[in-house]
């Protein structure tokens, strides 16, 4: 089954304390992204990349770091978490496909809760 | 990027069709737009997308008024899993797919049996 898996789905964790929530994806896509969601923000994308190797922010990235080592997987790294990044986070990809075609397949979340 | 604007809900019954509209009056000759939609509790998901003429797949079909300032998502047959939030958003034409997408707070729908 064609999906985007993303873990953990839930954590609870105390500021400054590393994390990395991981993002993998089976149907071989190019691009891979990072969103958060909060309420009366809706989502805004923290990082993307293009393929292997080759990352950018998007329009939140203060705060994460990403890598994209392999094609299938895009690890969201928070070095030093603080409050205000507890949020729902989705990753997101999609192929290179046809222009003006933008079917992005997301995953199924992380709740994150920095105490 | 051009805006979107989108009533915050609405609300159908079961089995009738729903007409979510949605307004872009800045929109450019190169914008696309697209449909998703969040389900409680899951990511959003692609639903449908169109540049000028209207559009039906599986899920909905897309009406893109004349002049492209408007469009109207259209679920010929609400379900109760329809139940969710639409978000139009535009998004711009480029070489290759695989872009930011740009989403606002759009339409709650709420499906009464």
């Known amino acids: 089954e064609a999906q985007v898996t993303q873990n953990p789905r839930y954590l609870i964790t105390v500021t400054g304390k590393k994390l990395t929530v991981t993002c993998s994806q089976n149907?071989?896509?190019?691009?891979m992204s990072w969103y958060r969601q909060d309420p009366g923000l809706g989502l805004r994308q923290i990082y993307y990349?293009?393929?292997?190797?080759?990352?950018d922010k998007g329009d939140v990235p203060e705060g994460y770091k990403v890598s994209r080592k392999e094609k299938r997987n895009f690890p969201l790294i928070l070095e030093s978490p603080s409050p205000n990044q507890t949020s729902l986070y989705f990753c997101?990809?999609?192929?290179?496909?046809?222009?003006?075609?933008?079917?992005?397949?997301f995953g199924p979340g992380t709740r994150l809760t920095v105490l | 990027d051009a805006k979107t604007t989108q009533p915050n809900s609405m609300e159908s019954n079961e089995e009738e069709p729903v007409h979510l509209p949605c307004n872009h009056s800045?929109?450019?000759?190169?914008?696309?737009i697209h449909w998703y939609r969040q389900l409680p509790s899951q990511g959003p998901e692609y639903v449908i997308h169109?540049?000028?003429s209207n559009v039906n797949n599986r899920m909905a079909s897309l009406a893109i008024a004349e002049d492209r300032k408007s469009s109207t998502l259209i679920l010929h047959r609400a379900t109760l899993r329809d139940a969710a939030v639409y978000y139009c958003?535009?998004?711009?034409?480029?070489?290759?797919?695989?872009?930011?997408?740009?989403f606002g707070e759009g339409t709650q729908l709420t499906v009464n049996p």
């Open positions: 149907m071989n896509h190019e691009y």
């Open positions: 990349s293009m393929n292997v190797e080759v990352t």
């Open positions: 800045t929109i450019s000759g190169t914008d696309y």
């Open positions: 958003i535009l998004t711009r034409r480029r070489e290759t797919s695989g872009s930011r997408l740009t």
């Open positions: 169109g540049l000028t």
């Open positions: 997101a990809s999609s192929s290179r496909g046809l222009v003006g075609y933008n079917e992005q397949f």
